[in-house]
């Protein structure tokens, strides 16, 4: 048996307001006046100045504003390089994403094809990339996601939805600062949150874990339970503690993997271009099959928190679309062996996923 | 309000077996075929051919079996560095350190020393080192110290124990493998493990506590109740959680601090050699008025365990040995604030700790 040499984030800075801190964490990385820091900054933050006043500009360092109204696409990725490539005089000293998973998967992937030849969908799938990322940074402005802790980036490519996986991925530095999820709206609130609660569920139940990721899922899996059951804790204490459920949560994973939810929710998003956290949401209302206990509480969730999950999205769908869809969600093998087992194929039918996705 | 940004291993492996997998780890960071692997070993494992016949030797590599029946010194520091410089064509390619906390913390001291001049002793203290260390690799063989995830290397010098606190401090790669804590003596492994329990008490009632440490806290705190109070888990899954408490409760000082048990057994450790294990397990047993549910916990858990604490150890202690004493547990400045507050001069007085370290 061989086991992962898993790569952490190497510094992590906690704290309310530690996000104003931004500029003596950056400037020892700078590598010349002409190589920008370039800010990937989600386009909701646009008109907020008490976020866009305090990003540290100096020199030719830039703000890119980008829309995460749709899934991160591979072509997305290659315009902002190129982008960056034209725009700048040298190789960046860096890239700061600042927003939601969306946001910080791009930074992830921009920091990577910086470095690495070609296109960004050459590079996805597991350990394919070359060389090491540029310096990269991230700063999550919503909290359940895991994309600031682990070692993938999720994008939609031309044939597929499928991450970056590399030890080059993950982050050199990670600000994680509660106060940057003031303005999140209550519906992305609980869909990024609940995305953490189903992660840990699908990592918890299922057949690659280990004591490692046993004890981070666990931790993040009762504060979920904590903020969106009990719902004792103050505004900041739910804040604080859910950033670190997302943490832990993608910490969970190094060692094990998603599964059903977020298999069938790949499908979605590529056809129908459904947003990662809402599609686990919708797929994991019907998994009682699979996750009895978790999908019992996530409907107390949905109930207590007055959600209003959509239905019917896959009713109009043609066969061939359906097809389209199980086609992806059934590629994603590593999730189906981890929630099923080695023999999931005999389980996990065409037939049966279709007959759960237009339940959807 | 200004946060620590805090430095992270930035490698870690985790399985039983994974010490296996020691040789591909660090393959890639030999510097040249002169320039050896210096692998820092318990002495204990001298004759444990399971062992010593699995450290991956090659070229000019070397064994330095190193005993531990002593807390670690700056002396013998400096001591194994004047060694490997004397014996080493080139500087090291890295220092593997392989047993408990004081062979992890050697290990960490003396990856510094190699590239930081003067004496292990004119670092002790916070943020003095200069230099970046050599790669150096963390083993630990039994749990609950955290030395394994901690920016410390704590050690005796000739003035004080205290420990070399740096950003160059932690490990490059650990290798958490629970088959290697098999062998660990029965008291051995009651008393590191409470070095767990305790500074997660310590940490999560301390005034220092946010999110990051209480939720790290929390989960290590309950894993030692399941594993020293419940029992019911397997003798592997005990030691794979175990190993995870140790590496969850390492990080919970990372925003925190130990308290006033820490404090108080360095100085039984200064004055009286006492083992860090150990001495806190001594100190801890008084410390009702700090910590009382901890503290009953505790003492449950020596009893299910059927451990004899050594008592009254400071009974034949002159007034200027006590004195000493207190005064190395009173220097310890932030250990009292994060115990009892910014006003802890108030309450902790030479007087108070006297009556307390006579009860030992």
């Known amino acids: 048996m061989s086991y992962k040499n898993f790569p952490m984030v190497p510094r992590v800075i906690f704290g309310r307001g530690s996000f104003n801190q931004l500029s003596e964490l950056l400037s020892p990385n700078r590598l010349s006046n002409a190589a920008p820091f370039i800010f990937l900054v989600d386009d909701v933050f646009r008109t907020e100045i008490n976020v866009t006043s305090r990003i540290p500009i100096s020199y030719q360092d830039r703000i890119v504003y980008v829309s995460t109204k749709e899934e991160p696409k591979t072509s997305?990725?290659?315009?902002?390089?190129?982008?960056?490539?034209?725009?700048?005089?040298?190789?960046?000293?860096?890239?700061?994403?600042?927003?939601g998973g969306s946001i910080l998967d791009l930074a992830k992937a921009v920091a990577i094809m910086l470095t690495n030849e070609g296109n960004a969908e050459d590079y996805q799938g597991w350990d394919l990339v070359k060389n090491k990322a540029i310096y990269h940074?991230?700063?999550?402005?919503?909290?359940?996601?895991?994309?600031?802790v682990s070692r993938t980036t999720v994008l939609t490519g031309p044939t597929r939805k499928l991450g970056i996986n590399s030890d080059f991925t993950p982050f050199d530095q990670v600000v994680l600062d509660p106060e940057m999820t003031n303005g999140a709206p209550k519906e992305q609130w609980f869909y990024t949150g609940m995305d953490c609660f189903i992660h840990c569920v699908e990592s918890l139940k299922g057949t690659y874990l280990n004591a490692f990721s046993r004890t981070y899922g666990e931790m993040a899996y009762n504060i979920c339970k904590?903020?969106?059951?009990?719902?004792?804790?103050?505004?900041?204490?739910?804040?604080?503690k859910?950033?670190?459920?997302?943490?832990?949560?993608?910490?969970?994973?190094?060692?094990?993997?998603v599964g059903v939810a977020h298999a069938m929710s790949y499908g979605l998003s590529y056809l129908l271009g459904t947003k990662h956290g809402i599609g686990n949401c919708i797929v994991f209302n019907h998994l009682e099959e699979f996750y009895s206990e978790g999908v019992k509480l996530f409907k107390k969730m949905v109930e207590i928190h007055n959600i209003k999950l959509p239905t019917g999205i896959c009713a109009d769908l043609s066969d061939k679309?359906?097809?389209?869809?199980?086609?992806?969600?059934?590629?994603?093998?590593?999730l189906w062996e981890n929630a099923v087992g080695k023999n999931w194929k005999k389980i996990i039918t065409p037939k049966k996923l279709k007959a759960l996705y237009i339940k959807m």
Chains 1, 2 share one sequence.
Do not use: C, F, N
């Open 226 to 240: 904590e903020i969106y059951l009990d719902g004792k804790l103050s505004k900041k204490e739910a804040q604080d």
């Open 321 to 334: 679309d359906l097809d389209t869809m199980i086609g992806i969600a059934l590629s994603l093998e590593p």
């Open 76 to 99: 997305q990725v290659d315009a902002l390089v190129e982008d960056i490539i034209l725009t700048s005089k040298e190789r960046p000293s860096g890239i700061i994403g600042i927003g």
């Open 137 to 148: 940074v991230g700063i999550p402005t919503i909290s359940g996601t895991g994309a600031e």
């Open 242 to 257: 859910l950033m670190m459920a997302s943490w832990h949560g993608g910490m969970s994973i190094a060692y094990s993997q």
